[in-house]
């Protein structure tokens, strides 16, 4: 994988000099390697990973499972695009197995997203069934264990 | 009670002690540890330990041999499938062969290897050659084994590689054994294959044996690791010593090995069934799993290391704390030369100034004053703010 896009994935905010240090290569050379991944659309945006559970005003995210008929020529993608217009709607994944579309939505209480369920997705056309998942806690995300207990200390000097 | 064992002259526990124990020099690390110990906000680079955990996958391989109760003695060379996957991976590494039934020990951490190194070829006067700056148990270890080390300097100038002269130097007629740690603790620096060419010739005429700590050979940055024991009709006289606790973050497993001529082992192995029996059977399990599934997690933490090697050696630099290039182990160890101070005053202030803890080159032998061991296996985050405190105490010097 590319060395500038492994540093960013860990850590958005690494600045070109920064990354320029650890890979020893220089700043200018570095942003404008940036620039061209952000121009080609590898690089969509930076974001911030929140453990939402450490906050008292409520976010509640489910997983929907959505069983789709496929159309004819356009197959999944019409609708999938459909439902990921839904600001509510965090991510849209085609799946194997027994569901074709699994979708993450997130709203201000469980009833809020079972109203958007039953109110936006299930009536789409070609949404044949949906099995909505609310989370109820979150271990891991993006790679960052959330429940992470602090790290054993290491004597301060060894040889 | 007897009346005359009553009002007795105090115990005196010091006329029990060996002369060997009491004429080794303690630890020079031991202040540090106290002053750093005691602080707040300290950024340790004195750490000679990864920073990473065990992965996990070693660890629960770990507790499952535990809940199946595989809690007995192993072999006293360890257990087979172990020295097995050793084997394999030395075949692969340094395309030597060694027979995982009679030319591989596994011991408690290298440090027991060395132990056993020494004990098992010193008799009592012989000598052995020890590269200086170098880890601080090999002279103590020659000298429980009744040896007597000698130290020879490496420089600056020649990138802190052994040079064949001064083993020339330093060789008489007791000289037994050179003792070769490449990749370097405290220098980071590294022998080639063809820097190790340099030393055959004095090593064969001499007749020496060769003893080589390679416990950081996994961590070699964009050169491969080279052992003095692929040159040329030099694998019989080589000692081979590595164990997983830098390459795979298992400093406390206690896990290491010896690898060489199945004389010199089988002698090794002799002193290692009367003391140690053999390396702790849950500490072997997980290595077993660390040797065969481990090597993706070894390469993240290299790729790692790299990383901060590259942001830390090019930050020294651009401070002013001049740095050669260490190719291997996770240290730098720039020079305080410039400045006047000794290697003590320099690292105590540094600590007491700006809360920034290195260890004093001098701890690891008389050619490392004037120079600070800086461990960068430490979070980048750290890094960065311990080379931003250490510029701010070289402008106030």
């Known amino acids: ?101 699994s979708v993450t939505v997130r709203g201000k209480s469980m009833k809020d997203i ?24 979150n271990y891991k995300e993006h790679g960052v264990i959330l429940t992470e207990k602090p790290k054993p200390k290491r004597l301060v000097v060894t040889p | 009670m007897k009346q005359s064992l009553k009002n007795l002259p105090a115990w005196n526990a010091d006329a029990h002690l060996s002369h060997v124990v009491k004429s080794m020099p303690p ?4 202040k540090f540890f106290d002053l750093v110990s005691e602080m707040d906000g300290a950024i340790s680079l004195g750490v000679g330990e990864p920073d990473f955990v065990t992965p996990w996958h070693v660890r ?26 050793i084997c394999d991976q030395v075949r692969r590494d340094l395309k030597l062969d060694y027979n995982p039934a009679k030319e591989i020990l ?33 002279a103590p270890d020659i000298m429980l084994a009744g040896g007597v080390p000698r130290m020879v300097p490496t420089r ?38 063809a820097d190790l060419e340099d030393l055959a010739d004095v090593v064969v005429e001499n007749d020496l044996l060769v003893i080589s700590d390679e416990v950081y050979a996994k961590l070699s940055y964009s050169v491969s690791h080279a052992s ?39 002698a090794m192995t002799k002193v290692h069934q009367y003391t140690m029996l053999c390396a702790p059977t849950m500490a072997q399990v997980a290595a077993l799993e660390a040797m065969q599934k481990g090597n993706e997690e070894m390469l993240r933490m290299r790729h790692e290391y790299d990383l901060r090697r590259r942001l830390f050696v090019s930050g020294l630099n651009r401070i002013g704390l001049d740095c050669f290039e260490p190719r291997g182990a996770f240290y730098a160890f720039p020079s305080i030369q410039r400045w006047g101070l000794s290697s003590e005053e320099f690292a105590e202030r540094l600590l007491q100034e700006q809360k920034v803890a290195v260890v004093p080159g001098n701890v690891f032998g008389q050619s490392g004053e004037g120079f600070l061991r800086c461990s960068y296996a430490t979070s980048r985050e750290e890094l960065i703010e311990a080379l931003d405190r250490m510029e701010n105490f070289i402008s106030g010097l």
Not at chain 1, 21 to 35: C, H, K, N, P, Q
Not at chain 2, 27 to 30: F, H, K, L, V, W
Not at chain 2, 66 to 85: I, K, V
């Open chain 2, 60 to 85: 629960e391989a770990c507790i499952y041999s535990l809940e199946s109760g595989d809690t007995h003695y192993t072999s006293n060379r360890g257990m087979p499938e172990l020295r097995e996957a």
């Open chain 1, 1 to 101: 994988m590319n060395e500038i896009l492994e540093i960013l994935s860990e850590n958005a905010k690494a600045t070109p000099s920064e990354i320029a240090a650890l890979l020893g290569r220089s700043e200018a050379d570095v942003a404008r390697e940036i620039s061209e991944l952000e121009d080609a659309g590898v690089i969509k945006k930076y974001i911030t990973l929140i453990n939402w559970e450490k906050l008292d005003n409520s976010v509640v995210f489910a997983v929907l499972e959505l069983k789709v008929a496929l159309q004819r020529k356009t197959g999944y993608d019409a609708v999938a695009e459909r439902i990921a217009r839904f600001s509510e709607v965090e991510s849209v994944r085609l799946i194997s197995g027994d569901h074709d579309l």
């Open chain 2, 228 to 266: 003095f024991a692929q040159l040329e009709g030099m694998k019989d006289r080589t000692l081979i010593l590595n164990g997983l606790s830098k390459s795979h973050a298992m400093t406390g497993w206690r896990i290491g090995y010896a690898m060489g001529d199945s004389a010199l082992v089988g």
């Open chain 2, 106 to 138: 596994i011991t408690t951490g290298v440090s027991e290897a060395v132990d056993l190194a020494f004990r098992a070829t010193l008799n009592p006067g012989d000598e052995a050659i020890v590269p200086e700056p170098c880890y601080v148990a090999y």
């Open chain 2, 27 to 30: 630890s020079g690390i031991r």
């Open chain 1, 114 to 137: 079972a109203y958007f369920v039953a109110e936006k997705i299930a009536p789409l056309e070609g949404v044949q069934s949906t099995c909505t998942h609310f989370i109820l806690k």
């Open chain 2, 156 to 193: 600056l100038e020649d990138e802190f590689r052994l040079q064949p002269e001064e083993i020339a130097k330093a060789v008489t007629e007791n000289t037994k054994a050179v003792l070769l740690s490449y990749p370097n603790n405290p220098t980071g620096a590294i022998m080639t294959r």
